[in-house]
């Protein structure tokens, strides 16, 4: 019998791996429902997705339907976007990303003077970085030494002068590119694990790879329709549900977990996985226990400041995901990161699921997502920093798309670091759990089995392989086989 803490994504992939194997599975969920991050509101006639709307490698859940013998698309659809993003300058420059390769170099080439040549080999240098790291990386333990005993892993060591660990990705970026724009672009993609692209490694730009080379993708439905299909299988396949059940701690007796206790009572388990954040994990489930201290004090993510906006127009210009730049890109994350506060000038991003799923506004309408990276919850003041943010969000739509955006709004939500912090209980607000703006953060995040407790698995945003919907469903999956290997069924 194993008992999982949270129905995020990766607790509902880690119960439908163990499930598929025999085991007995029971979710505990501190809400009403399922997908923690991966869920929705609706107010006043508009409905928005809370959290994640960029989706990528979609196989990764089409797996889980197949370990059943279902197919995926009998519950689960998805179009594949032809254009990635839009992206806005304040010169006016715009930019409408292709996901075709051909048809991108030649269109970024041309926009923005670079030598299709260099564009062509950093496509290429990304595809190397990726295939030497995902076998070992996206699929394995770091944890156990079976992972190093392959051919795989020797070959990625052999060529690690290729996998650019040693230099920022900004620096990478320099050494390809000599349009700030294009540099811009490309450095974007450190904020996909919630880093800045001025300290993460260089490897990190096999993120635009997956986009350009699997592709985007919109699920019909919105990307909650993701959480509500993986739920119905976990039903189908007789995994039980308690919501609306906050665990309160691990039961440990001598090293071991023997059980959970929650806000209605106790049960017993064999064995415990974590959907939970790891550092609440030990902070509030385990207290007393000797916490791996070293690797809990990695600096976490970027959090996120969100306006859900009804607005009461349509935008030609704009597409599902869009992106308007800020003017003083290093600035931001100097703010983010070292000053813990916003941007006097941010970099927003709005996504529009409306354009896809017109049911999601009024007719006429859009539900506008506007997104800011932002500081983890420090205790800042954070009704006057969302003021602010609002007031300067509001004056650079309205610029760069020549309309008063302020008087179209006519519903709003707000979500903050402490909102996102309070909902998901993820430490400090963190999107993505720990930053990767160390040479090695990528590769030394916390593991998905405890160190010190022999039955008691981690899975989710904040432990290994880490955080965004395609690494969540892989953790997922990594914690099902450690946990066949130490407890075979
Ligand atoms: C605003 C925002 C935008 C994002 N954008 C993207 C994107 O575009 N693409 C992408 O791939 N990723 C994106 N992400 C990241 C992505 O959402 C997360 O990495 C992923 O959803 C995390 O899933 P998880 O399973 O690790 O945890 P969570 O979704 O945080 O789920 C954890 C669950 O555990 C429950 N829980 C916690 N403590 C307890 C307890 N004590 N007892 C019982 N239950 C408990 C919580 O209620 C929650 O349901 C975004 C995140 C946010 C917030």
Redesign the pocket.
């Known amino acids: 019998m194993i008992g999982i803490?949270?129905?995020?994504?990766?607790?509902?992939s880690a119960a439908l791996r163990l499930r598929s194997l025999g085991y007995e599975v029971t979710v505990?969920?501190?809400?009403q429902g399922?997908?923690?991050?991966?869920d929705e509101i609706t107010q006043d006639g508009y409905c928005f997705d809370?959290?994640?709307?960029?989706?990528?490698m979609p196989q990764y859940i089409d797996e889980l339907f197949e370990l059943y013998g279902e197919d995926p698309r009998d519950h689960f659809n998805y179009i594949k976007k032809e254009t990635l993003c839009n992206y806005f300058w304040t010169d006016g420059t715009r930019f409408q990303t292709p996901a075709d390769k051909q048809h991108f170099i030649t269109s970024f080439s041309t926009t923005f003077n670079e030598d299709p040549k260099k564009v062509k080999q950093f496509l290429e240098d990304n595809e190397v970085k990726y295939k030497l790291t995902a076998p070992l990386f996206l699929q394995r333990s770091l944890h156990r030494i079976k992972t190093y005993l392959n051919w795989i892993t020797v070959k990625a060591i052999l060529k690690i002068y290729r996998l650019d660990l040693f230099r920022p990705l900004y620096a990478t970026l320099t050494s390809y590119f000599n349009n700030p724009k294009s540099i811009q672009f490309f450095s974007r993609h450190a904020t996909?694990n919630g880093s800045t692209p001025y300290r993460t490694p260089g490897i990190m730009s096999l993120i635009p790879h997956l986009e350009m080379h699997f592709g985007t993708y919109y699920p019909e439905g919105g990307m909650r329709s993701i959480t509500e299909s993986l739920y119905q299988l976990a039903l189908r396949q007789g995994i039980q549900f308690r919501f609306d059940?906050?665990?309160?701690r691990i039961d440990l007796h001598k090293g071991k977990a023997v059980g959970l206790t929650?806000v209605k009572g106790s049960y017993p388990f064999d064995v415990v996985v974590s959907?939970?954040?790891v550092v609440?994990t030990y902070r509030?489930?385990l207290k007393g226990f000797k916490a791996p201290e070293k690797i809990l004090s990695q600096e976490r993510s970027s959090s996120?400041l969100?306006f859900y906006w009804g607005i009461k127009k349509s935008f030609q210009d704009l597409d599902l995901h869009n992106i308007f730049f800020s003017d003083k890109y290093e600035e931001e994350f100097k703010c983010i990161f070292e000053k813990k506060t916003l941007s006097e000038d941010p970099t927003v991003y709005v996504n529009i699921s409306s354009k896809h799923t017109p049911t999601d506004a009024p007719e006429g309408g859009e539900n506008w997502f506007v997104?800011i990276n932002a500081p983890g919850n420090y205790g800042q003041n954070w009704e006057e920093l969302i003021e602010l943010s609002r007031e300067r969000i509001l004056n650079k739509l309205s610029t760069l798309l020549g309309k008063n955006i302020k008087e179209l709004v006519e519903t709003e939500f707000v979500?903050d670091p402490r909102g996102?912090e309070a909902?998901?209980?993820?430490f400090l607000g963190a999107?993505?759990?720990a930053a990767s703006n160390d040479r090695m953060a990528a590769f030394l995040r916390h593991p998905n089995k405890a160190p010190q407790i022999s039955n008691l698995y981690f899975?989710?945003?904040?432990v290994h392989p880490g955080?965004?919907?395609?690494?969540?469903v892989q953790?997922g999956k990594i914690v099902s086989e450690l946990i066949n290997e130490d407890f075979p069924k």
């Open positions: 803490i949270g129905s995020g994504i990766a607790g509902l505990f969920e501190a809400h399922p997908g923690g991050k991966l809370l959290g994640p709307s960029l989706f990528t996909y059940e906050k665990v309160t929650t959907n939970m954040d609440p509030k489930l996120a969100i997104m979500w996102i909902k998901t209980n993820s999107l993505y759990g899975c989710g945003g904040s955080g965004g919907i395609p690494l969540c953790s």
